[in-house]
Every structure is written in structure tokens, then in C-alpha cells.
């Protein structure tokens, strides 16, 4: 079965969207609720706040850019941003866990997530470049 590259790119727009909505929003107004359900032993709330914002922000960018998915050109520099993000997110994780001896059960959500839009953001990748 062949997979169909525009369907998978329209995939990783909207759950991308559905991540950066949460994730934003949460880091954003409640840092000390997400720190705590996922049991992060560091806390910064005005770093936590800008990375929401950072979040929200990029959640803007990616719904303006929604209507030019069938126009590579325009969206192939914020794919490859979003795959650069994903595998530093995995590298800073492995870090996190070597350096700070931070669990993987603290890290798992974030490592899930990263590695869904990694291996699905690459492919999509590479097939449009062809």
C-alpha cells in the first residue's frame, strides 16, 4: 500500500496543532501544573511561560500557513524547523537523562511526541524533496 504524502503532511499539520495548542496553553497559563503532572524536578515559571509562549507562537505560524499546504516552496523551511525541534528535543532528553539521572518515565510524553514528529515530519520530508 502506498502511502499518500499529502495526507500524511495534512496528519502532522493537525496533530502538530493539537500539540502546540495544549502544550502552549498550558505551559503558558498553568507551568506549575504541567511541571508537576509530569514531575520535572526543575522549575522556572518565566522560563516555562516562554517556552508556552514560544509554543503559541508557532501555533499561529503553522494555522497562517495552513493554506499553502499544497505549496511546498512555502512550507518546506517550516518542516524542516519542526524536525530540527524534534531532534533536539530527543538529544536534550537523552541529556537530561545521562547528565541530570532525570527518569524516563518523567521524560516519556515528551520523548513519545518528539519521536511521532521526528520519524513522521522526516518522511514527509524527504518524499516531497523527490
Known amino acids: 500500500?502506498?502511502?499518500?504524502?499529502?495526507?500524511?503532511?495534512?496528519?502532522?499539520?493537525?496533530?502538530?496543532?493539537?500539540?502546540?495548542?495544549?502544550?502552549?496553553?498550558?505551559?503558558?497559563?498553568?507551568?506549575?501544573?504541567?511541571?508537576?503532572?509530569?514531575?520535572?524536578?526543575?522549575?522556572?515559571?518565566?522560563?516555562?511561560?516562554?517556552?508556552?509562549?514560544?509554543?503559541?507562537?508557532?501555533?499561529?505560524?503553522?494555522?497562517?500557513?495552513?493554506k499553502d499546504l499544497d505549496n511546498w516552496d512555502k512550507i518546506e523551511s517550516w518542516v524542516l524547523f519542526g524536525n530540527l525541534i524534534q531532534i533536539f528535543g530527543i538529544i536534550g532528553a537523552i541529556i537530561n537523562m545521562i547528565a541530570y539521572n532525570i527518569s524516563i518515565s518523567t521524560l516519556l510524553v515528551g520523548l513519545i511526541i518528539n519521536i511521532f514528529f521526528a520519524v513522521l515530519g522526516f518522511h514527509i520530508w524527504i518524499q516531497k524533496r523527490k
Open 1 to 66: 500500500m502506498a502511502l499518500d504524502v499529502e495526507k500524511e503532511l495534512k496528519i502532522y499539520w493537525y496533530c502538530g496543532i493539537i500539540v502546540m495548542l495544549i502544550f502552549g496553553l498550558w505551559y503558558f497559563i498553568s507551568p506549575e501544573s504541567i511541571l508537576t503532572v509530569f514531575n520535572w524536578p526543575f522549575w522556572d515559571p518565566a522560563i516555562s511561560r516562554a517556552v508556552g509562549g514560544i509554543y503559541l507562537a508557532w501555533l499561529i505560524v503553522v494555522i497562517l500557513l495552513y
